[in-house]
């Protein structure tokens, strides 16, 4: 997963778009905490402690722990750890170099602090961002327009002429042009509503972290109102000192969050949740079509298949294994698929399921067994690898389906160890059959795509002309 599809995933697990700023502050925290082995240590601890599953984000400000010299420094590093892995982590270092230096700094953030993001400054232009964004699965947040009273002296400036837009909006722009701009974030000040408003029109997609609120006087509803995207999300609300030196920092940070979330809920486009999440789910899956045409997993033309049969379209889904980026995305699908089905355990069939069943389960948690095509003659001489109990019920994965005959085949080492098999789930049904035959066996498929919705897409987006369309429904009705 990248590092926004982490943010989004905390988000809505915990109905949060609050982020809070870890600054700790020695001179300020109690006397069992001053006294303790490791002061910030024990503070950050503590927060986190009350308010995990009120936030999205937690944001450390490398400033305050370098200024405690190695121990800050040492305090940092383990408050990250603690933080773990669900909960994405935001270090706001304000970095802005080039070259080598810009990369070191990356290195830093993401290797030796452990950041899922940090914030960058854009002054220096596309080649001081890129050793960051390099790191697939992290992201930047380039300072846009900050929260602070002077931030107009710079970033309002016109650029381009009399008619020139303002610079900080120019950074938004040449964010969203950037090739890797999935990966970049905004920063935004709520102290200035106006400017959210703006930078939303300019990059409708981008998540943004918005300082400002509480102490330095930027309002949540004002925030919400300008700056959320469509689908309710999009915002990282940033309360440093609201939360962590309020008397009671988790009864501060629950008020804080439902403070957003009623802003949230005045407005339109988050009131029809169930239809965002459907339009949310097909851009997924648009988005997953046409990155199996790029990598060359479906493919038209003319091919000869195992039966002899002559076919104008390929899929090969074993190509998965060889591109990461695509494997994860389809991995996500099988889970959102898994997640309404009982079961134990997976069994994925070889062997082109088998890398995909390996990023199911790591995705999702569950254990992973395979069915072998063929029984070893020495060793444990087992059937089926890995750990599994007599009567578990495990769902079947594979990689796609065409009349069936192949699945029924895989499941019979499952039935005769004991294992009970209802449903099985593949990426693409070839609808060649393959739904109803199983059917006959009193097994139910789930399938993420179907051919006809891969020829809509590709047909959609210039891939393919609608004579190659054809021809596969043509081919179709024949087979």
């Given at each position: 997963?990248?590092?926004?599809?982490?943010?989004?995933?905390?988000?809505?697990?915990?109905?949060?778009?609050?982020?809070v700023?870890?600054?700790?502050?020695?001179?300020?925290?109690?006397?069992?905490?001053?006294?303790?082995?490791?002061?910030?240590?024990?503070?950050?601890?503590?927060?986190?402690?009350?308010?995990?599953?009120?936030?999205?984000?937690?944001k450390?400000?490398?400033?305050?722990?370098?200024?405690?010299?190695?121990?800050?420094?040492r305090?940092?590093?383990?408050?990250?750890?603690?933080?773990?892995?669900?909960?994405?982590?935001?270090l706001?270092?304000?970095?802005?170099?080039?070259?080598?230096?810009?990369?070191?700094?990356?290195?830093?953030?993401?290797?030796?602090?452990?950041?899922?993001?940090?914030t960058?400054?854009?002054?220096?232009?596309?080649?001081?961002?890129?050793?960051?964004?390099?790191?697939?699965?992290?992201?930047?947040?380039?300072?846009?327009?900050?929260?602070?009273?002077?931030?107009?002296?710079?970033?309002?400036?016109?650029?381009?002429?009399?008619?020139?837009?303002?610079?900080?909006?120019?950074?938004?722009?040449?964010?969203?042009?950037?090739e890797?701009?999935?990966?970049?974030?905004?920063v935004?000040?709520?102290?200035?509503?106006?400017?959210?408003?703006?930078?939303?029109?300019?990059?409708?997609?981008?998540?943004?972290?918005v300082?400002?609120?509480?102490?330095?006087?930027?309002?949540?509803?004002?925030?919400?109102?300008?700056?959320?995207?469509?689908?309710?999300?999009?915002?990282?609300?940033?309360?440093?000192?609201?939360?962590?030196?309020?008397?009671?920092?988790?009864?501060?940070?629950?008020?804080?969050?439902?403070?957003?979330?009623?802003?949230?809920?005045?407005l339109?486009?988050?009131?029809?949740?169930?239809?965002?999440?459907?339009?949310?789910?097909e851009?997924?899956?648009?988005?997953?079509?046409?990155?199996?045409?790029?990598?060359?997993?479906?493919?038209?033309?003319?091919?000869?298949?195992?039966?002899?049969?002559?076919?104008?379209?390929?899929?090969?889904?074993?190509?998965?294994?060889?591109?990461?980026?695509?494997?994860?995305?389809?991995?996500?699908?099988y889970a959102?698929?898994l997640?309404?089905?009982?079961?134990?355990?997976?069994?994925?069939?070889?062997?082109?399921?088998?890398?995909?069943?390996?990023?199911?389960?790591?995705?999702?948690?569950?254990?992973?067994?395979?069915?072998?095509?063929?029984?070893?003659?020495?060793?444990?001489?087992?059937?089926?690898?890995?750990v599994?109990?007599?009567?578990?019920?495990?769902?079947?994965?594979?990689?796609?389906?065409?009349?069936?005959?192949?699945?029924?085949?895989?499941?019979?080492?499952?039935?005769?160890?004991?294992?009970?098999?209802?449903?099985?789930?593949?990426?693409?049904?070839?609808?060649?059959?393959?739904?109803?035959?199983?059917?006959?066996?009193?097994?139910?498929?789930?399938?993420?795509?179907?051919?006809?919705?891969?020829?809509d897409?590709?047909?959609?987006?210039?891939?393919?002309?609608?004579?190659?369309?054809?021809?596969?429904?043509?081919?179709?009705?024949?087979?």
């Amino acid at each position: 997963m990248t590092f926004f599809d982490r943010l989004a995933d905390a988000a809505r697990r915990n109905d949060s778009l609050l982020c809070v700023g870890l600054d700790p502050r020695p001179e300020l925290f109690s006397p069992e905490v001053q006294s303790a082995p490791d002061p910030i240590l024990a503070f950050n601890r503590s927060i986190v402690d009350a308010t995990r599953d009120l936030v999205c984000a937690y944001k450390p400000n490398y400033a305050f722990y370098e200024a405690h010299g190695i121990e800050g420094l040492r305090a940092l590093q383990e408050t990250i750890a603690y933080i773990g892995d669900q909960t994405p982590v935001i270090l706001d270092a304000k970095r802005g170099d080039i070259g080598s230096t810009a990369a070191a700094y990356a290195q830093a953030a993401y290797e030796v602090w452990g950041a899922g993001a940090v914030t960058v400054a854009p002054y220096l232009g596309r080649d001081a961002i890129a050793p960051f964004t390099a790191y697939r699965d992290r992201a930047v947040f380039l300072l846009c327009h900050t929260s602070n009273p002077s931030a107009g002296e710079l970033q309002t400036l016109s650029v381009g002429g009399a008619n020139g837009e303002p610079l900080y909006l120019q950074v938004a722009h040449l964010a969203q042009s950037w090739e890797d701009a999935e990966r970049i974030g905004l920063v935004v000040g709520a102290t200035y509503p106006e400017a959210l408003r703006a930078v939303r029109q300019a990059a409708p997609g981008a998540w943004m972290l918005v300082p400002g609120i509480g102490a330095q006087g930027g309002d949540v509803a004002a925030a919400i109102q300008t700056g959320l995207r469509e689908d309710g999300l999009g915002l990282v609300v940033n309360v440093s000192r609201g939360v962590c030196y309020a008397e009671d920092p988790r009864a501060a940070a629950e008020q804080i969050r439902d403070q957003i979330n009623a802003a949230r809920a005045c407005l339109p486009a988050v009131q029809s949740a169930p239809l965002r999440e459907a339009s949310q789910r097909e851009g997924e899956k648009k988005a997953l079509i046409l990155d199996l045409a790029r990598i060359g997993a479906v493919r038209f033309g003319t091919f000869t298949l195992k039966s002899g049969a002559t076919s104008p379209i390929y899929i090969d889904l074993r190509l998965l294994a060889s591109y990461p980026d695509v494997l994860a995305r389809a991995a996500t699908a099988y889970a959102g698929l898994l997640q309404g089905l009982n079961y134990q355990r997976i069994a994925a069939i070889p062997y082109a399921a088998l890398p995909i069943g390996t990023a199911v389960s790591l995705q999702t948690g569950e254990p992973l067994i395979y069915p072998r095509k063929e029984t070893k003659a020495y060793g444990t001489r087992r059937a089926i690898e890995g750990v599994y109990e007599s009567g578990e019920r495990v769902v079947v994965l594979d990689d796609l389906i065409t009349t069936g005959g192949s699945k029924i085949e895989a499941i019979a080492p499952l039935a005769e160890a004991d294992l009970t098999v209802k449903d099985i789930v593949v990426l693409i049904d070839r609808q060649g059959g393959g739904q109803e035959e199983l059917a006959r066996h009193g097994y139910a498929l789930h399938s993420v795509l179907n051919l006809e919705q891969i020829l809509d897409v590709l047909v959609a987006h210039g891939e393919i002309d609608e004579t190659q369309r054809q021809e596969v429904n043509d081919w179709l009705a024949q087979t």
